[in-house]
């Protein structure tokens, strides 16, 4: 069974980091798009980060970049996010997701989905 598991979240303060992990199981993330998505209540789900797993190939949406940074472990099968000089709009519920191709951005490119991990930035 397909499944991704995201961990790492939690609570610092403006300013701190977090490292974001995102364990699939059930297939291999190779050659995979993997995206980072964060979502805030009443608000749309919106694409932080992305990188092709196996090429390394990145994407980030401007109000990240130089500050966060997708990585990967083929071998763990597992991709993460590093986030530093995190800021108190960067709090919200951290998804990652898995397809074989499509926009990164779009939500709705991605098959498989995790759970979700919770990051809390205060000021």
């Known amino acids: 069974q397909e499944q991704l598991m995201e961990s790492g979240g939690g609570s610092v303060q403006a300013g701190g980091s977090l490292r974001l992990s995102c364990a699939a199981s059930g297939y291999t993330i190779n050659r995979k798009l993997m995206g980072w998505f964060r979502q805030t209540p009443g608000k749309e789900r919106e694409a932080v980060a992305a990188i092709v797993a196996g090429p390394g190939a990145t994407y980030y949406t401007d109000s990240v970049k130089g500050r966060f940074t997708a990585s990967q472990d083929i071998a763990r099968n597992t991709v993460y996010l590093e986030m530093n000089d995190l800021k108190p709009e960067d709090t919200g519920m951290y998804y990652c997701?898995?397809?074989?191709?499509?926009?990164?951005?779009?939500?709705?490119?991605?098959?498989?989905w995790g759970r979700g991990t919770q990051v809390t930035i205060s000021s």
């Open positions: 997701a898995a397809t074989n191709g499509g926009a990164w951005r779009v939500p709705k490119s991605y098959d498989y």
